[in-house]
């Protein structure tokens, strides 16, 4: 069960209500989460369903040049637009695994279509873990046949235990959403982001809804709310060869999401909702990390508002000064110079929950402490028209320890 | 005294010997080292001056859109041709210190006119330390005229601990170098780099030789071995405001270097061999680290091929797995992948100290650790002609105790 969410900076729409059960998956799914030995203990592989024939999907990737062998499998040869089971494990990432690799993925794919009765080219496969270790498929498609007969409608918490590596905090909800044509539920499962499985920051994301909602739909409300979300965190500044974010619509509520209705505002409103509340709990839980900041940058260039954030988001000096509460700010000016090269003499504020420390570019002789959870740092650069946000986490002693020792 | 000086990547050129003197400079040099009170003990103020008005000099500078006063003003205000003294502070950057700021630069700068008896315009000034925070001009000029009776032809290593801060390991060197027209000596000292001075990754390097060189000969021969020293390093990634490096040419040798002769190339190969070996030591200084490597890309396409070095010189996830001596090979698979976003399908082979773990982007079953002092990554992407290397630490516990607990 999720503890009680809350965030300065996600809030719960007034047509949404949450439900303590998230094990309850929307009508149409069913979920089962198994050990299939493939890590030394625990749940290690999951499987969702959505029986509905009709069941309509979207998903995105990570951008690596390095794409693990499920991701390039599930590009290739699913139909994103009509994704009915998804097989995930734990434990191995399958990546840099070449031939073999790929072969042990298409197999996993097969099996769980075998497995979920739906056909083999809509079903998404999934994996995280350590990377350039051949994947036992052996135990996977053992794996899959014994998660069959555990295939429930309120697996959701099972499934989300199995794709887990070394979270702390959960990461999974439960939404009842009200829409004009009656209520829906969304449910949604995800895993890690920054580190939390430390040897690879690999973001996976589970979406679930009994709302009907065209392909198209899927497509757009997923990517308008990933680039808010889930592009929009940083716990260490690296990309995962295996991030994958699935959303499958079942329709079996009956109630339709139609284009550019008031239906799919509120129901856009309560996916993204989801995925930034879930986008927070990964930065939350990164590694070692204390607090979360926000930084927000404003200005008249997108490209270099964007550039400062992640400058300022990724900044190790940055992180270990918040991480530390030492109030030196300086680290973040030089984060912003190092962002715009050669364009001094360059106007900048900097706050710090809204006291200004830097005016112009100059030390106002204000200082503000990096204490509490949350932290919002807002920069303005010269000019007006774009803004962006980073959500991040600092960076501590307990990062180093895992991270230094972890295969061996 | 310098410790003997060892790297596998850094190799004494035939036509030059080291002296243990680090001490006495080349002839026409002075310099002195006091203690003005800008730190809470210790020498913090130095200075340099080359008593020849016939003194050429280059000088090249940090490209953050954030500049340091002391940076401004000796871009704006000095002949860089020309430079026969230097004033330089540690305990403090001057840095988004404003128009009080500027105004304390240019007063140091006309103050250490008065001390080394050149024109103002003819002396450059620098300080590192921490950001944000007024210098104390009083301190400052006081200190300087103080170390007018100090100036001494042997007084490189008073200079040299003047702009030190928390490097563990000396960082100058005194050579004599072979020119076909007779020896001349180069003597050189740097600070810092990658958190050395924990606040701020300040590099700072001050090169001397009596040699006599044409101000455009100083220039090419700074630009070139800057590019191939302090620019291929990176201890944690982050630019300063305040990095500055100055070469300074008395001729008080009357051995002249012209261009495109013999001796051009003959001094070329001692500069580069002395910024490579300060480099190197900053790499090595790095807050806590214990080991230096070289990540070495190949490729076809120059602009990937920095990418992708930079990529993993500065990956957490590399860096931590170094530090933890953790044979995790897929974290630079990932970080090659991070660099080369959309590029899949990506074939790389990627070799530590010789041994090939990946092969085509595919694990080859092969380990390597990270042991040693000294690690060499090779990675080959598509395609050849272009090459690119980076000298990196790793991130351990000791860079996050010194940098959470700073100012505090």
């Known amino acids: 069960m999720s503890a009680a969410f809350a965030s300065r900076w996600v809030e719960l729409p007034g047509h949404v209500r949450e439900d303590a059960d998230a094990a309850t998956l929307p009508q149409g799914f069913r979920a089962a989460g198994i050990a299939a030995g493939i890590k030394p203990e625990g749940l290690d592989l999951g499987v969702l369903v959505a029986d509905p024939h009709e069941t309509t999907s979207a998903a995105r990737f990570t951008r690596s040049g390095v794409l693990a062998a499920p991701v390039q499998v599930t590009k290739e040869r699913t139909d994103l637009g009509a994704i009915r089971a998804v097989a995930a494990n734990s434990g191995n990432a399958n990546a ?53 007969p555990e295939l429930r409608p309120d697996g959701a918490l099972d499934f989300a ?26 449910t949604a499962q995800a895993k890690g982001a920054g580190m939390i499985q430390p040897n690879f920051a690999t973001m996976l994301c589970f979406v679930q809804t009994d709302a009907a909602l065209p392909a198209e739909t899927c497509d757009l409300l997923l990517g308008v709310c990933v680039k808010r979300s889930f592009d929009r965190i940083s716990v260490d500044g690296q990309l995962s060869t295996n991030d994958t974010a699935i959303l499958m619509a079942s329709g079996a509520s009956g109630v339709a999401v139609e284009p550019e209705s008031e239906a799919e505002l509120r129901f856009g409103e309560a996916l993204d909702y989801a995925l930034r509340r879930l986008a927070i709990l990964m930065v939350r839980d990164g590694e070692g990390a204390r607090r979360v900041t926000r930084v ?37 000016a030089q984060a912003v110079g190092a962002a715009m090269l050669d364009m001094h003499p360059l106007h900048y504020d900097i706050r710090i929950d809204g006291t200004l420390v830097c ?48 295969t061996t």
Chains 1, 2 share one sequence.
């Open 161 to 186: 235990e199995a794709i887990r590596t070394t979270d702390a905090l959960d990461k999974h909800l439960a939404l009842d959403v009200e829409l004009p044509g009656g209520t829906v539920r969304l």
């Open 296 to 332: 927000v940058v404003r200005g008249g260039v997108a490209e270099g508002v964007e550039r400062v954030a992640r400058e300022v988001a990724n900044s190790p000096l940055v992180k270990t000064a918040i991480y530390g509460n030492d109030p030196n700010w300086g680290r973040i």
């Open 359 to 406: 005016s112009g570019g100059y030390a106002t002789g204000k200082t503000a402490a990096f204490s509490g959870d949350e932290i919002e740092v807002e920069i303005t650069l010269p000019g007006d028209g774009a803004e962006t946000e980073v959500f991040f986490s600092d960076l501590g002693h307990e990062y180093i320890k895992i991270n230094a020792e972890y």
């Open 96 to 148: 840099a695994t070449g031939r073999p690799g790929l072969d042990e993925a298409a197999r996993m794919q097969g099996a769980a279509a075998m497995v979920s009765g739906a056909p083999a080219e809509q079903v998404a496969v999934c994996s995280t873990g350590v990377i350039g270790v051949q994947l036992d498929g052996e135990k996977v498609v053992k794996g899959l046949l014994a998660a069959r």
